[in-house]
């Protein structure tokens, strides 16, 4: 008995000590450190442009691009304004570097491409932050032509009336009548586009035309023809006037325009007719002068 108590004690003893080993053995844990967020850089917003084209004097295109370098940036493609005169202008969105390698960066230079060309006037780089609203780029691709604007009046412009700009006999361009008949603009062609048309200082002559295209008043002022370089402040303005009412024509003057009207409130034929009355009236006076000496 006693050899067995002695064997149970030793491996009592054993198992005690083996527990206390692996109790001490065991390590302490310890939280690991998380490492801080980094920020991911917010990259800069794009340059918006509104791009209004002008091809061979018109204001259409299919398609504008921008360019930083010889890096293509931005496609638009072309909306249209609505009211009575509609414009093609296209929006396009230029990305930063950051965005596009080798797009916008502070103070690039955009250049634009009408239809594959490419147009002398170019915008500069700022992010949409910088201005809060679109860069308006008027772009001019082809001949240069001059570009007139302003008032109307005393009377107004009827719908169905248009303002053509002549350049001696020969009409050049195209005009329009704005809304509510209040205004107009007009495109001058040079003679680079059409034989007879603008150079620089020809005098211009706008008319007022119906719907048959037959001229019904000539503008009382004279434009003269500028090469317009795409700066909307530099807009030639020329209000025109038509007389009290417009309504005084003349017959055609045998250069097939149709009628035309007299370039003074009076016109030849009133003034005959005033003559005539002031004639008359100059003879009765003298008949009742000699009556009241006899």
């Known amino acids: 008995m006693i050899v067995v108590r002695a064997i149970l ?14 109790r001490t053995a065991t390590p302490t844990s310890t939280p690991t450190p998380v490492p801080p967020a980094i920020a991911t850089p917010v990259p800069p917003e794009p340059a918006d442009f509104a791009v209004i084209p002008w091809v061979n004097g018109r204001n259409s295109a299919r398609e504008v691009t921008a360019k930083i370098g010889v890096t293509l940036c931005a496609t638009g493609h072309p909306s249209f304004t609505t009211g009575s005169r509609p414009r093609a202008i296209f929006q396009l969105s230029v990305p930063s570097e950051e965005v596009v390698p080798g797009c916008g960066r502070e103070g690039a230079v955009v250049t634009f491409f009408v239809d594959g060309q490419q147009a002398p006037q170019t915008a500069v780089w700022h992010p949409r932050a910088f201005l809060g609203s679109d860069q308006t780029v008027q772009v001019i691709i082809g001949p240069p032509f001059a ?18 700009p002549y350049v ?23 003679a680079e586009q059409q034989a007879g048309c603008g150079v620089e200082g020809s005098q211009i002559t ?6 048959q295209g037959n001229v019904v008043a000539v503008a009382n002022e004279k434009g003269t023809w500028h090469a317009w370089d795409g700066v909307f402040e530099h807009i030639q303005r020329l209000d025109l006037t038509f007389g009290p009412a417009s309504v005084i024509t003349m017959p055609g003057t045998g250069t097939g325009d149709g009628p035309h009207r007299a370039t003074v409130p009076w016109g030849p034929l009133a003034l005959a007719l005033a003559s005539v009355g002031l004639a008359g009236a100059a003879t009765g006076f003298a008949l ?4 009241t000496t006899r």
């Open 288 to 291: 009742r002068k000699r009556a």
């Open 147 to 164: 570009h007139f604007t302003g008032g109307v009046g005393p009377s107004r412009v009827s719908s169905s009336q248009v303002i053509q």
């Open 206 to 211: 706008l008319k007022l035309l119906d719907a």
């Open 9 to 22: 004690m030793a491996f009592l003893s054993v198992g005690i000590a083996g527990s206390a080993a692996a």
């Open 168 to 190: 001696g006999n020969i009409p050049c361009g195209y005009g329009r009548a704005g809304d509510p008949g209040d205004a107009y603009g007009a495109v001058v062609y040079s």
